[in-house]
């Protein structure tokens, strides 16, 4: 709730004391963390806790709730986040500043946020509530401070970075394990072409969730 309610707050903030663009831009790079926030339950509480100890849940019909769960959370975030996008988008259209590459940058940033929501939801049948959303945070922190370290070497993937151009397959190995960690990258036009990279990672996050449910059980 406390998320929901921060981020219009900073984008009024950002669009009348700054500019449009730079508002527009703070919410496309921002709101797949809500997302992330949004998923901080685990499936590994609710099993430990006994809250699925009831009959309507036996015979794995816990496995259906806890994906549905995941679905509807996501949904509902995703309507949350296409409600600011339609807001920030009059008010665009309002001042003439509005650029239709923004729907294909809020696509982006939707796929971004699923990545988010899959993969803290995958976390969340091993750790514990919160756990899951700090892992990722702490991964993040990792990538940053990497990603600081090869900016002092001979790297060059800052360049990389910087012209959008990966002509070899360790620059290119590096920017997947980049967007693994900062999916956000996607709504920025010279990493669109790192989606398939995002939605990959997606996929194994649920294929890997389902895979840990398959083997849990709740205690009857």
């Known amino acids: 709730m406390a998320a929901g309610l921060a981020l219009p707050a900073l984008l009024a903030w950002l669009g009348f004391r700054d500019s449009y663009e730079t508002m527009a831009g703070a919410f496309l790079l ?27 849940f036996l015979d ?20 949350y986040a296409l ?37 803290a939801a995958a976390l969340g049948v091993f750790l514990r509530s919160g756990a899951n959303v700090m892992a990722l945070l702490v991964a993040q922190a990792g990538a940053a401070a990497a990603l600081l370290a090869s900016a002092a070497g001979r790297s060059g993937f800052i360049d990389n970075l910087t012209s959008g151009r990966f002509p070899d397959a360790a620059s290119r190995l590096r920017l997947s394990a980049l967007l693994a960690a900062f999916p956000n990258l996607i709504v920025l036009g010279s990493f669109f072409r790192g989606a398939p990279v995002v939605a990959a990672g997606l996929v194994l996050a649920l294929l890997a969730r389902r895979l840990r449910l398959r083997r849990l059980e709740v205690r009857r």
């Open 60 to 79: 794995g019909r816990f496995r259906t709730y806890l994906r549905q769960k995941v679905l509807c959370l996501t949904a509902a975030t995703g309507a």
């Open 83 to 119: 409600g600011l996008f339609i807001l920030i988008s009059l008010w665009g259209l309002a001042a003439g500043r509005f650029r239709p590459v923004m729907i294909l940058q809020f696509v982006m940033g939707l796929l971004a946020g699923a990545y988010y929501a899959g993969a």
């Open 30 to 56: 921002l709101f797949p963390y809500v997302f992330l926030l949004g998923s901080r339950d685990a499936a590994l509480d609710e099993l430990d806790s006994g809250a699925l100890e009831n009959v309507l």
